[in-house]
């Protein structure tokens, strides 16, 4: 899978084309069934991209990293379906429907650069689905090791309820196990953020293979 870092260098001759916008942490950039007008390409910073459920309960499907598209889904004028939310100081840059259109035409490349967008969150959607299917240690292990692929090194922004409300979990249930990963070495947490130090035995959990400490 090609990196958001990877495509990113690609943006950056694009970047002209578009409106350079800042948004302060906890801004919301698009909300849920709101009108679509372009998209978005996220320069600096973190967005959070969350929907609500029948029960109108926030849910967090994704974080946004640096390089990656917002709102992409609604660029043709359709209604959002979901919400996203700074979670860092952000610096984005808005292309609007009609200018969509225009850069199509004089920058071809885009369309193979939307097109691996799309790729990406079509991918987070089969990820959702399949994470029902596990149990729930694995559940929790399979969301940490998806962030871990977009942050790397970086530190997840991403509190105890925030994990729970993403996967549908109770805050408790989420606590006793992120605590038994803490002593086993595997992640730290800090304040409201998450360091991951072994993927690979995240990895063992997802598989169903037993942990040595």
Not at 4 to 14: G, V
Not at 66 to 74: E, F, K, S
Not at 190 to 206: E, M, N, S, Y
Request: glycine share 4%; hydrophobic share 40%.
């Amino acid at each position: 899978m090609v990196s958001p870092f990877e495509i990113s260098e690609k943006w950056q001759r694009i970047l002209k084309y578009g409106n350079r916008r800042f948004f302060k942490k906890k801004t919301v950039i698009y909300r849920q069934g709101t009108i679509g007008d372009g998209f978005y390409y996220l320069h600096s910073g973190l967005v959070k991209i969350v929907t609500l459920t029948p029960s109108s309960k926030e849910r967090m499907l994704n974080i946004v990293v640096p390089g990656q598209l917002i709102g992409v889904q609604a660029v043709d004028g359709q209604t959002h379906f979901t919400t996203s939310i700074v979670a860092k100081d952000a610096v984005v840059y808005h292309f609007s429907a009609s200018q969509f259109q225009e850069l199509m035409t004089e920058q071809p490349e885009l369309v193979h650069l939307i097109a691996q967008t799309i790729i990406q969150k079509m991918r987070i959607l089969l990820f959702a689905v399949q994470v029902k299917m596990r149990s729930t240690e694995a559940q929790i292990a399979m969301i940490l090791l998806n962030l871990y692929d977009d942050f790397k090194n970086y530190d997840i922004p991403l509190s105890k309820q925030e994990l729970a409300n993403c996967i549908g979990l109770t805050r408790i249930t989420v606590y006793k196990i992120l605590k038994q990963w803490k002593e086993a070495g595997i992640i730290e947490m800090k304040d409201r953020t998450l360091l991951i130090h072994h993927a690979d035995r995240l990895k063992q959990i997802v598989e169903d293979r037993p942990i040595h400490v």
